[in-house]
């Protein structure tokens, strides 16, 4: 019985890495998205998830919710911290602080 438990339990962290492994990815492409729409660049592909917790979709069935930060640049010298949220596969907030356009 003790081996059952205990493949699950291997089996299951195995899947929550996988499914980690890719909503890092798809958050990397967000912050990519994002920086590129308001012309700044993704430096140093630093997208890194600093939590998650559960959350809940519109219909409210519980998903997992992460919270990734990632540094952004509009000049190439200062770093911005910005931040987005996924539930899901979904993007569901971000936050670019404010800052000067460098004029070219």
Not at 44 to 64: F, T, W
């Amino acid at each position: 019985m003790f081996e059952i438990i205990l493949l699950a339990v291997l089996v299951f962290l195995a899947l929550l890495w996988l499914d980690s492994i890719s909503k890092r990815e798809l958050a990397t492409q967000f912050g990519r998205d994002l920086a590129s729409r308001f012309n700044l660049q993704l430096l140093d592909e630093s997208v890194s998830c600093n939590k998650i917790r559960l959350g809940r979709d519109g219909y409210g069935h519980a998903q997992l919710l992460r919270f990734y930060e990632f540094e952004v640049s509009a000049s190439g010298v200062e770093r911005m911290q910005c931040n987005l949220q996924l539930l899901g596969k979904d993007l569901r907030t971000w936050h670019i602080p404010p800052y000067i356009q460098p004029l070219h």
